[in-house]
């Protein structure tokens, strides 16, 4: 099992910017990757980063040059930092632990945080 907690949500306006942290702990063996996604009012989960151990990283088109993800493995902490933020990334955002063998970019076969809310006015 693995557990993840999610902070750094909360209303900004839209140019600014937010970090998210997700706190993992738990057996890591379990997880190959990491991913962050979102949930806008109305609309399905949906993936917006993931990265695996070796470091590589992928994100989803429209987050692209403003959203990193990264991870810090002695603290067995995954971070997004987001910015340039809009009102379409408005959504609660949830940090996923892969389970080994799944499609990383997939809902489907993960452990998740509660999610952390994140709202951008215009």
């Known amino acids: 099992q693995v557990q993840l907690v999610e902070s750094g949500g909360g209303s900004v306006q839209a140019g600014g910017s937010l970090r998210l942290s997700c706190q993992r702990s738990g057996s890591r063996y379990i997880t190959d990757c990491m991913a962050w996604f979102r949930q806008a009012p109305g609309k399905e989960r949906a993936w917006v980063a993931h990265i695996y151990g070796g470091g590589t990283t992928y994100y989803t088109h429209s987050v692209k040059g403003r959203f990193t993800i990264s991870q810090d493995n002695a603290e067995n902490t995954l971070y997004l930092q987001m910015n340039s933020l809009g009102p379409e990334d408005t959504g609660m955002y949830y940090c996923?632990?892969?389970?080994?063998?799944?499609?990383?970019?997939?809902?489907?076969?993960?452990?998740w945080g509660q999610g952390t809310q994140v709202t951008v006015s215009s």
């Open positions: 996923a632990a892969n389970i080994p063998g799944r499609v990383c970019p997939s809902p489907l076969g993960k452990f």
